[in-house]
């Protein structure tokens, strides 16, 4: 059982950023972030492929930045230029022994508890 460890959420106002982290509790080929926004059913925002490879859907290019961290195991998501529709919760999903290149959420194993972001002025 891989755990996942969320921080970085909060509240920002529109045009600001923010980074999130997720740390594994042990090395994960693939990594990713997905979002559940109000009334919106859940989405992948961004994939992390071995040590660079990444994914992201055509409407987030540009403004979300997947990476390594730092710290042993640990995955960050930059997000830039925040509006309020991006406002909601947050998880970060791994796969330990499998390079997945797909934002598809039924395709990741290991999840974390969430944070929440909130986009207002």
């Known amino acids: 059982q891989v755990l996942l460890v969320e921080t970085g959420g909060g509240s920002v106002q529109p045009g600001g950023s923010l980074t999130l982290s997720c740390v594994a509790s042990?090395?994960?080929?693939?990594m990713s972030w997905f979002r559940q926004r109000p009334g919106k059913e859940r989405e992948g925002v961004a994939a992390?492929?071995?040590?660079?490879?990444?994914l992201y859907p055509d409407n987030l290019k540009g403004r979300f930045t997947i990476s390594r961290g730092n710290v042993t195991n640990e995955m960050v998501l930059k997000m830039n230029n925040l509006q309020p529709w991006d406002t909601g919760m947050y998880y970060c999903?791994?796969?330990?022994?499998?390079?997945?290149?797909?934002?598809?959420?039924?395709?990741?194993?290991?999840w974390g508890q969430g944070t929440q972001i909130t986009v207002s002025s």
């Open positions: 999903a791994a796969n330990r022994d499998r390079f997945s290149y797909t934002l598809l959420g039924e395709s990741w194993t290991y």
């Open positions: 992390l492929v071995g040590t660079s490879g990444t």
């Open positions: 042990e090395f994960c080929k693939s």
